[in-house]
């Protein structure tokens, strides 16, 4: 039996008049990939901050582990939350390792040093940036930020885990290697995932669970393969690509 982590009822946001989303329903189960995949515009980043709290919005309903989001405070929400915008969550002046263990002192956790120092390790290792532990951000390279900034995140092993494009800034290569990684954690953690992304390839190769949306509108949810060969919409024909 499958248990529902994130609800979402009949959501409705504006941005002054426009209607940025348009009665969203959208049920994850516990442990799921769900990726959410449209254009440059369609709600999808609204969409993730509604259900992390961070944006207010008009009419419906977010439900966390069936209960009212709203009646949870942030802090028991147990969400991690990994921004595109990499360059301007780390911190420059602390090392790559004091950035990973800034995700920790986030929450209230009763680790001993060894076992910080052990959890950021782990996650440093799994990402493979293990010899930039003592490196300013700075020093980085694009691809290597943004693993900084997803073993922040991860390192907390959150029970969801909201992802708003975050490969969308690196080259072709990278986005490859760390489609890979971030199944990798994935599989390893069992966290609720809610992966955002325009980029169709990435999807589909990420997902249990796709969920095409349009102008701040569901078009269709599906497995990757049903989506891709069973379109239901004209849109999702073109857009992730009709085969038939
Ligand atoms: P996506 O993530 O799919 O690219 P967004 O959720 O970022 O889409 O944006 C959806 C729409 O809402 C866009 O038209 C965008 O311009 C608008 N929007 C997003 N954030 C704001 C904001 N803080 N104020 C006003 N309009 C916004």
Known sequence: MSTETIRVESLSKRFSRERVLDG???????????????PSGCGKSTLLKCIAGLEEFED???YLRTRPAAELPVEERDIGFVFQEFEETLFPHKTV???????????????????????????????????????????????????????RQFVRECDIMLLDDPLA???????????????????????????VTHNQEQALTLADTLVVMNRGVIEQVGSPAD?????????????VGDSN
């Open 60 to 62: 419906g309903d977010v």
């Open 169 to 195: 800034d690196l080259d072709y290569k990278l986005q490859k290697r760390m489609e890979l990684e971030i199944r990798r954690l994935h599989e390893r953690l069992g966290s609720t995932f809610i992966y």
């Open 97 to 151: 390792a004091e950035n990973v263990a800034f995700g920790l002192e986030q929450q209230a956790t009763d680790y001993d040093d060894a076992e910080v120092e052990g959890r950021i390790d782990d996650m440093l290792e799994l990402l493979s940036i293990e010899e930039t532990r003592d490196s300013r951000p700075s020093e980085l390279s694009g691809g290597q930020q943004q693993r900084v900034e997803v073993a």
């Open 227 to 239: 989506v891709y060969s069973n379109p239901e919409t004209a849109f999702v024909g073109r857009f």
């Open 24 to 38: 969203i329903d959208l049920t994850v189960d516990e442990g799921e990939f769900c990726v959410v995949v449209g």
